[in-house]
């Protein structure tokens, strides 16, 4: 996780969406509002700020579940003007459109091939059914795939939808938790020096059932 966070923000700065891959309840979702507390858009100068601490105007996180979508929820609803009919874009795009946010999908790979269609042109050409995102907006996706796909009940994403994401493949230590669990007190301090004592018992080995 400490490489990650490092190693992301200059993919983030030269606008790249970036995909996070890895086992349920590692923390993905948790580092993406992280990530987020360090984004800033210098306004005047058009672009992204990276800062190495956390800043008090940071980006709004828009969170949205692809497993939880169709495809009325990416194109929006109908409007007619004129002899035109036109989509006005739903309320989360809207807002990623107009101001610079983290938009963050999280289960891209549980929505249906429809929905990943619609990413596909978010990530590939920033824009969606002809509405443009915010120069300053930046994309991160979540999944369970990659090699541990076949635990999960995901579509496996093809090399052309990968091709459009930076991957990043989340392999949390012992050490990763223990610092996670001793900040502000996560968890109770027996617990904490249960696992320091036992690393082994961290994460269950071997098959769920």
């Known amino acids: 996780f400490k490489l990650f966070k490092k190693i992301v923000k200059p993919v983030l700065f030269a606008g790249k969406p970036v995909l996070i891959r890895g086992k349920h309840g590692i923390g993905k979702s948790e580092v993406v509002y992280e990530?987020?507390?360090?984004?800033?858009?210098?306004?005047?100068?058009?672009?992204?700020?990276?800062?190495?601490?956390?800043?008090?105007?940071?980006?709004?996180?828009?969170?949205?579940?692809?497993?939880?979508?169709?495809?009325?929820?990416?194109?929006?609803?109908?409007?007619?003007?004129?002899?035109?009919?036109?989509?006005?874009?739903?309320?989360?795009?809207?807002?990623?459109?107009?101001?610079?946010?983290?938009?963050?999908?999280?289960?891209?790979?549980r929505g249906t091939i429809e929905v990943r269609q619609g990413f596909f042109e978010m990530t590939d050409s920033r824009k969606l059914n002809g509405h443009k995102l915010h120069p300053g907006t930046v994309i991160v996706g979540a999944v369970n795939g990659g090699k541990h796909a076949e635990k999960y009940q995901v579509g496996e994403m093809d090399p052309a939808e990968l091709d459009r994401w930076t991957v990043f493949d989340l392999e949390p230590t012992c050490e990763d938790w223990l610092d996670w669990a001793g900040k502000d007190r996560n968890v109770h301090m027996m617990v904490w020096e249960f696992i320091n004592g036992h690393r082994n018992h961290l994460e269950h080995e071997g098959e769920f059932e």
Request: glycine share 4%.
């Open 35 to 109: 990530i987020a507390n360090f984004l800033s858009w210098d306004d005047k100068n058009q672009k992204l700020v990276i800062s190495d601490s956390p800043v008090n105007n940071c980006y709004e996180v828009v969170e949205r579940r692809a497993s939880q979508m169709t495809e009325g929820d990416l194109v929006g609803l109908p409007v007619i003007s004129g002899n035109r009919t036109a989509f006005n874009p739903p309320d989360w795009y809207k807002i990623a459109c107009e101001k610079p946010v983290l938009l963050f999908v999280d289960e891209i790979d």
